[in-house]
């Protein structure tokens, strides 16, 4: 079928021939598309809106044939939320918490672990009522109710929110996960030492924790000091090495102690060199290693990770690195592998492989998804060790029998290799009945949910059903052939057949002309379908008014056929009047502006397209007078530069119009039947000649006017021989004060008389309270707030006080006083200072310096207490003069009016209070930054680490040698003013890597939340 623009064009082909007056119902049939042919299935893609008998492509194509029953409903099949057999439970990833997730995994399958949880006392669990929610609320509490879960669950993953929120962790921010891991044990076990069971109380102690010690020996005398330290993981450094055992011989490996790291020595009493190593001395049943994958970069100021291959042992056996050796064996059995997927330390994700102590089988823990493992081996996947991309990537190593190699494992946790034991006790953890008869009723309210969720699956699938035998009914009657006939909205078609919106009645109503009829405009937007198709639709549904074959507006299709017609007289007569302007001008006919003479045709389809639009959207009438309706603002339009708007007359302007021979006026009439009438006899408006004149007169009387003053004040226009109040001008005892915006204004009138409006008024009020006083000491105005004002001698000030309106009078005066011992001077000034209004307007000017917002400071690095020499030479680019001075830019005046010095006053309190505002001289090495008065210290530092790349803790701010130290203090209560230099002074960096923690992690939290150097938590999600 041809495109819809080809379709509605093809319509009104016969206008060309056929006048409104010869229209008949053939023509009005073919306005309307009725005879069009059908589009057929398969031949026609989509929908053609230009054809109204096209039914194709309304989305009927998916009830028609067999339908899967599925597409009648979006509900997902609940048995999907349903715990597989043998598979564990998973937990749900509340945004970022999946580096909790799988510590959560992990301490669920230590089975010893489980089985004492599930002894603490818990009163609120035993004593729950099944008909509420049950809400734990310490830390065991919550765990034991997820293990529980964990353990017995029907669904496929359980929310851990209650114990998330209950840590107060950020589930939008993730945490680092080896703080993360130290802090919980540390918490949990101090919950635990609160229990009366005495075996509880040291659970985590005896789970996790071994010790070593800090054996020194002393290079001189050969002293040995052992410190003990408890330890519940192993932090090893992986940098440098390429297997487990090279990173534990490290962690253990004798360090020298020279230099200014001698050791004192109590039996030398003096400090000595020295060697100190650690020397494991008891080791846990659960030996958990970290691998020291996130570390600290120093140049950038954040973390980074290393994606170093590690190769470890399924089995290790430790008894090769213990200080004495002991009776019972020292073999550990791989238990879990936690693995960080990600290149940066900054984002990735964190999955668990853990081992079933049960069935020896490997689990891949990935939030709410479980995988189990193929023949009980651990299979890290290629996945998990995709950490580099391009041409850099290493290839990962080969690995022997019973050795794994990854390059994302952080954590590696081992369990002590126990003998065989037939032992069901041991084996086999039993949930307390108190906690199933929660985990009962969790179960309960899932199966209820699947319930549910199964009802309305079928409800869906038979109402898809009946609507399938409806449209299967109805969409073979729909086509309309030789036969009476409707019309249907397309729009209402399509969301019959669109099963996902509920079908309302049939509304026409929209689709009417101005004569109640269907409007031939519409026609893209409705269907001809059958009377009986037409009569089912109305009787299922409703709605209405009813359109058929009598619902074609014959007068609507007039008035279209009327203006096509005319849109083409319009080309033709552009041409005969274009032609006939370019004769010969005749000494008669008629003025026409120059610009309408170019723009009529324009005008005229713009008028054209108006009227159409009126008789599409509108009422369609028209009074038959003329190509066009009496449309008034065209005809304005067409003459606006030839007509003046006040007086009615003809323009003055002999150059913008042009006198145009009587039959192109007479064309140009029936276009524009409204627009005024010029005669070639006319003579130009009278009025706009009197005020012409008036302008000229006006513009003489100012230019003399401004002759006049500039005479008179000539050392004032031109800034010669100015008085000034750091040297008291010799000869005169007194000086005169203005608003130097009057004095610029007044320059303005002097420079350019006939563009500007003369001065009238000084505005000396501007610089007064409202209590009449003066605003400024003679002490503030030498320092730089008489930026506004400007001075005069006594003889201008009378010239002055001739020529303008003077309010009040400023004078400051000059009084020595001479005596035999000495000599002073003595300034006053008139009106007198208010010392009230003086001392509001300093605390207002002091209190816009500590609530700013959006205000430049400035940084400088200094070396040594000293600036750099590079530091101290300007930038090129910076301004060098101490001169020069930045002025904001005053509103603009109206040139029809008197300068308003009213303005200057909202100015001066915006930019709080007159200030100086010499530009500051920007030093190489020395950056802007925009601040607020209510950021703190922290956050400028670490602005200041962005810019200069130096961590915060090295920072050492100053102003003026005063140091800026508390980091939680605001900027405005410190002192920082807007435009003020902040001296930075950075430390040397260390070498101790461990010193780099900051002891407020996890600070704010159940567990204090990890603040990093961009101050807020580790590791994005």
Not at 802 to 829: E, G, M
Not at 945 to 970: C, E, R, W, Y
């Amino acid at each position: 079928m041809a495109p819809r623009v080809k379709l509605e064009k093809a319509a009104w082909l016969w206008v060309e021939t056929v006048k409104p007056e010869d229209i008949k119902q053939e023509h009005v049939e073919l306005a309307y598309r009725i005879n069009i042919p059908a589009c057929n299935r398969g031949i026609c893609r989509r929908n053609c809106k230009g054809n109204p008998n096209c039914l194709v492509g309304i989305g009927e194509q998916v009830w028609l044939g067999e339908i899967d029953e599925n597409t009648f409903h979006n509900i997902d099949d609940p048995n999907s939320e349903r715990r597989e057999k043998n598979i564990f439970v998973g937990l749900t990833n509340l945004g970022a918490t999946c580096y909790v997730n799988t510590f959560l995994q992990v301490w669920f399958h230590n089975l010893e672990l489980r089985r004492s949880l599930y002894k603490c006392q818990n009163s609120r669990a035993q004593e729950h009522n099944i008909d509420s929610d049950y809400e734990p609320q310490s830390i065991c509490e919550h765990l034991q109710y997820l293990f529980a879960l964990l353990q017995n669950s029907n669904r496929k993953y359980i929310d851990p929110s209650g114990l998330v929120k209950a840590l107060g962790l950020d589930t939008g921010q993730q945490q680092d996960a080896q703080e993360f891991s130290n802090l919980f044990l540390s918490l949990l076990e101090e919950t635990l030492s609160k229990e009366k069971n005495p075996n509880l109380q040291n659970l985590i102690q005896q789970q996790f924790c071994g010790q070593f010690f800090y054996v020194t020996i002393c290079n001189q005398c050969g002293r040995s000091s052992a410190l003990p330290s408890r330890f519940y993981e192993l932090e090893l450094n992986i940098q440098g090495h390429k297997n487990l055992t090279e990173c534990i011989t490290e962690f253990l490996k004798e360090e020298k102690l020279d230099g200014e790291n001698r050791y004192f020595c109590e039996n030398c009493q003096s400090k000595q060199k020295a060697t100190r190593r650690i020397r494991l001395h008891s080791l846990p049943p659960t030996l958990n290693l970290q691998l020291m994958r996130f570390v600290f970069d120093r140049q950038t100021g954040l973390k980074k990770k290393l994606n170093t291959f590690i190769n470890f042992p399924e089995q290790l056996d430790m008894e090769p690195f213990l200080e004495r050796k002991l009776d019972q064996k020292c073999v550990y059995e791989l238990s879990a592998v936690l693995i960080h997927r990600g290149i940066s330390a900054y984002s990735g994700h964190y999955i668990a492989h853990v081992k079933d102590a049960l069935t020896g089988d490997w689990y891949k823990f990935n939030d709410e998804e479980i995988e189990k493992m193929e023949g009980k081996k651990l299979q890290l996947g290629i996945e998990e060790d995709i950490a580099e991309t391009g041409k850099t990537q290493s290839r990962k190593p080969k690995c022997s029998k019973g050795y794994h190699c990854s390059r994302n494992a952080y954590m590696l946790v081992y369990k002590l290799q126990e003998e065989e034991s037939s032992d069901s006790l041991r084996t086999n953890v039993e949930v307390p009945s108190f906690l199933q008869k929660l985990v009962d009723q969790d179960n309960h309210k899932f199966e209820e949910w699947c319930m549910e969720m199964a009802n309305m699956r079928k409800l869906s699938v038979d109402k898809g059903r009946a609507k399938h035998e409806e449209v299967k009914e109805l969409y073979d009657l729909l086509p309309a052939k030789d036969e009476p006939y409707e019309f249907i909205p397309l729009d209402w078609l399509k969301k019959w057949l669109d099963d996902s919106t509920a079908t309302k009645e049939i509304d026409t109503s929209i689709f009417l002309c101005s004569h109640g009829k269907l409007h031939p405009d519409k026609m893209g937007e409705i269907k001809r379908v059958s009377l009986q198709a037409a009569k089912l639709l109305y009787e299922r549904y409703g709605g209405g008014p009813r359109l058929d074959g009598s619902s074609l507006c014959r007068d609507c299709v007039s008035e279209r056929c009327r203006v096509l017609r005319l849109k083409k007289q319009l080309d033709e007569d552009y041409k005969e009047i274009s032609n006939l302007v370019k004769r010969m001008p005749s000494s008669e006919g008629y003025w026409v502006g120059k610009a309408s003479l170019r723009s009529w045709r324009q005008l005229a389809l713009e008028q054209l397209e108006e009227d159409d639009h009126e008789s599409r959207h509108s009422n369609g009438q028209t009074n038959g007078q003329g190509p066009y309706t009496n449309n008034s603002k065209f005809s304005c339009i067409f003459t606006h530069d030839v007509c003046f708007p006040a007086a009615g007359g003809l323009s003055i302007l002999e150059a913008e119009r042009k006198l145009v021979s009587t039959e192109v006026w007479t064309k140009l009439r029936e276009y524009f039947p409204k627009a005024p009438e010029f005669p070639h006899i006319q003579e130009p408006c009278r009025q706009c000649l009197t005020l012409e004149q008036e302008e000229k007169d006006n513009e003489a009387v100012s230019k003399m006017m401004a002759l006049d003053q500039k005479n008179q004040l000539l050392n004032l226009f031109h800034e010669k021989n100015r008085p000034t109040l750091i040297k008291w001008p010799q000869g005169t005892d007194r000086l005169y004060i203005v608003p130097l915006f009057f004095v610029e204004e007044w320059r303005k009138f002097i420079r350019r008389p006939t563009k500007s409006s003369p001065v009238s008024n000084v505005g000396n009020s501007l610089l007064l309270c409202p209590h009449g006083g003066f605003m400024f000491t003679f002490d503030s105005l030498i320092n730089g707030e008489a930026q506004h004002i400007a001075l005069l001698w006594p003889n201008e000030w009378e010239v002055i006080s001739r020529l303008f309106i003077v309010d009040k009078p400023i004078v400051i005066h000059c009084v020595r006083q001479t005596t035999a011992d000495s000599s002073t001077t003595q300034y006053t000034t008139q009106p007198d200072l208010c010392w009230e209004c003086r001392e509001s307007f300093l605390f207002q000017q002091q209190r816009d310096l500590r609530e700013y917002t959006q205000a430049t400071v400035y940084i400088r690095k200094v070396i040594e207490d000293k600036m750099t020499a590079k530091d101290g030479t300007p930038e090129l680019n910076a301004c060098s003069s101490e001169a020069e001075e930045e002025r904001e830019e005053l509103p603009k005046v109206d040139g029809d009016k008197d300068p308003d010095f009213s303005q200057v006053i909202t100015l001066m309190i915006k930019s709080g209070g007159i200030r100086r505002s010499t530009r500051h001289r920007k030093l190489r090495g020395e950056k802007a930054l925009i601040v607020s008065a209510n950021q703190t210290l922290k956050e400028l530092k670490i602005q200041i680490m962005h810019a200069f790349s130096v961590a915060p803790f090295d920072q050492n701010l100053s102003i003026d040698g005063k140091g800026l130290t508390d980091d939680s203090a605001t900027l405005g209560s410190l002192g920082v003013i807007p435009e003020c230099i902040i001296c930075l002074k950075a430390d040397e960096p260390v070498t101790d890597y461990a010193a780099m923690d900051d002891p407020e992690t996890y600070s704010g939290t159940g567990l204090q939340l990890l603040w990093c150097v961009n101050g807020r938590l580790g590791l994005v999600n």
